[in-house]
């Protein structure tokens, strides 16, 4: 066994209300400079939709992550072949315009504009060439709240490719926010050539050096989740940092910080690094599972002895039992991973939506009149999309979820309204009462203590083996040299 620590963060979809403000507070602090406009390390996406930069999801088209060749991993876009000719051009990135072109108004002109017939008014001009923009044809949040339009989410390819596009006359409509996923397996730290990225030993993020950095751009076309950005001002590349220097005081990330919602919650894991790479052999249907195998139980005493053994301290690992992160993860398997089929074993996991709660059969109001809610086959949300984002196809792992959280919500319902309470529902569902009130509190009630345990650390404490590049698991680079 080799048990290291990991920094985790899941998100309830159900509450995200797309105010964009976790967005904003990471733009004010990390990327409000040049060469940095257009990125944004945390972004909030509607969906269905298509995203940003647009289509991301598309591995077709960008040919990101990891995929499964005669029995082992390969990145996707790379082979000796292509990554030579490749070496001064990235054909698979994406485009300015996939992104967006980001702009400013120039409204020095409204009050220095001289005396004319027209009211003076302050035109779009691009934060990069300074030329005057006619027309705006693109934003970080372009398609926000137009999941209906044929435009955006018919494009979505979660939609395409599972081939559930005749139910999206009855679609829904959820916010998808994201971050970097600090992966296990990471698709950019492999795909580095200079060797500037690297996974901290100590608390599993993923970071860029930049002094080492030579803006060969592989980690932007190889991360399939777009979550490398490529610094035109400094020629370096640049990522979310999981805002190390307030988690290493033991404060919660900015974007979880200001999150509006109350979505966020983040906390320690433990995983074993021995089994990483078997569990990304796996087919894509079982991959959620294979996830959550690779996490360890930190009550159990040889995890915690091989923990110590890596450097984790008893400081970490207290925090990794009172994780919410491993609770809503592990213990009542709750949320799941985007887009575990791209293989990089992301480190971000998500509930699934539970609303609307409106059945696409029936009369949803007349079934809740009677304290009963509807299957989660029927509900709105289709199944096969929900499942696309976040079970790699599997259709069961996410109804698993969507029955747990109706039980969840109809027992705590009847407890509220002191109406008959079923338990026996909730044991259906693989929940207890006890289980039940815990997690009610949870995504209700839960203060900053309770949805952030954030153990602080200081580096020079760390055992030296567990720092910067001790990815903990075979990983080669491009070049063939492990880690
Ligand atoms: S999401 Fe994963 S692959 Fe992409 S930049 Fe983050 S760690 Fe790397
Ligand atoms: S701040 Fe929270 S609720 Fe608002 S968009 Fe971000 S994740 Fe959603």
Known sequence: MDARAQLVMVFNLDKCIGCHACSISCKNIWTDRRGAEYMWWNNVETKPGIGYPKKWEDQGTFKGGWVVDR???R??????????????FQPNMPKMEDYYEPFDFDYGNLYGAGEGNDQPVAEAFSRISGRKIETIRGGPNWDDDLSGSQLYAAKDVNLEEHGIVEEYGRMFMQYLPRTCNHCLHPACVASCPSRAMYKRGEDGIV???QNVCRGWRFCTSACPYKKVYFNWDSGKAEKCIHCFPRTETGQCMACAHSCVGRIRYVGVLLYDAEKVEQALLKPDAELVEAHRAVILDPRDPAVREAAGR??????????????????LVK??????????????????????????ILSTQGDTHELMEHGLFPEPET??????YLAS???????????????KLIALRSFMRARNLHQPMDAGALEKAGLDEAAAVRLYRL?????????????????????????????????????????
């Open 379 to 384: 509900l709105r949300a289709p199944l096969g």
């Open 75 to 88: 990145l996707r876009a790379l082979g000796k072949g292509p990554t030579l000719l490749n070496m001064f």
């Open 389 to 403: 984002l976040l079970s790699g196809g599997n259709r069961e792992v996410v109804a698993a979820v969507l029955a």
């Open 331 to 356: 213990e009542f398997g709750l949320a799941l991973p985007l887009h575990p089929e791209f293989r990089t074993l992301p480190m971000a996991y998500y509930i699934p939506s539970l609303s609307p």
């Open 207 to 209: 970071l860029v050096d």
């Open 310 to 327: 890596n450097g984790v301290s008893d400081r970490w690992l207290e925090a990794a039992v009172k994780s919410p992160v491993h609770a």
């Open 443 to 483: 995504f209700t009630l839960g203060g900053y203590d309770e949805r952030y345990v954030i153990p602080a650390q200081q580096r020079e404490e760390q055992d030296p083996h567990t720092r910067k590049g001790a990815s903990g698991f075979g990983i080669l680079t491009q070049a063939g040299k492990g880690k």
């Open 71 to 73: 029995g082992k991993l």
